[in-house]
């Protein structure tokens, strides 16, 4: 897959080299010369250039690109070159960054943006996950289709403890994608069963996820 990244900072420069560890192809622009450092990511590629700039897109060549992440710090420049990815180049996903909150709400569809990352509602996800058992933690949204990444750590007084994903009647518009438990990541397939303490990550319409809340910890969340 190949993949350009907007902005060559400590986060650009963090996401590259992991994508680039799973064996993607990636380049990196940014306009500042001292962003610039390809010793940081030698296998990466490297472009100066304004990535607002409509001709700066064409020289990195957006339209052989499957994905392109919008990670600068500045809110105005991610909406842009999301909306020229999409407009102009039809790129297949687009991922913006958001500094700002109150700027969460512009990245929307409407601006080209299919996912858009939070720091700030990140950061207290990650607090309210610390703290939560039987809650529903929501990590991000997925604006094309509605829905969300949600996180729910199961309690040790819920009704289906050692019952096979494919027999727990989980709401429509919902979907168990993974278990987390003791540092590994379990497919649900259908037979492999839920313990307590299991983080389970679902993708889910908002609307189902206080069903989901009640359906896994009922004494948490009665009706």
């Known amino acids: 897959m190949r993949v350009a990244i907007a902005g060559a900072g400590a986060v650009g420069r963090s996401v590259a080299a992991e994508l680039i560890e799973n064996g993607h192809q990636v380049l990196l622009i940014d306009k500042a010369p001292v962003s610039i450092k390809p010793e940081r990511v030698p296998d990466a590629e490297w472009l100066l250039a304004d990535c607002c700039e409509l001709s700066s897109l064409e020289e990195a060549r957006l339209d052989a690109c499957d994905v392109v992440i919008a990670a600068t710090g500045d809110d105005k420049a991610n909406l842009v070159v999301s909306l020229l990815a999409k407009t102009e180049f039809g790129v297949p996903r687009t991922v913006g960054r958001v500094n700002h ?69 989980f709401p429509e518009n919902c979907a168990l994608v993974t278990i987390l438990r003791d540092g590994q990541v379990y497919t649900p397939d259908g037979e492999q069963p839920i313990e ?9 319409s908002a609307d189902v996820e206080a069903d989901l809340e009640r359906l896994l910890a009922p004494s948490r969340h009665p009706r």
């Open 101 to 169: 909150p109150d700027n969460e709400w512009l990245f929307t569809e409407a601006w080209g943006v299919d996912v858009n990352v939070s720091t700030p509602r990140i950061m207290s996800a990650l607090v309210e996950e610390a703290v939560a058992i039987g809650d529903i933690v929501r990590l991000f949204t997925f604006r094309q289709g509605n829905a969300n990444l949600v996180e729910l750590t199961l309690p040790d007084d819920s009704p289906y403890l050692g019952t096979p994903t494919g027999l727990i009647p």
């Open 196 to 204: 307590g303490g299991d983080e389970l990550l679902f993708v889910a």
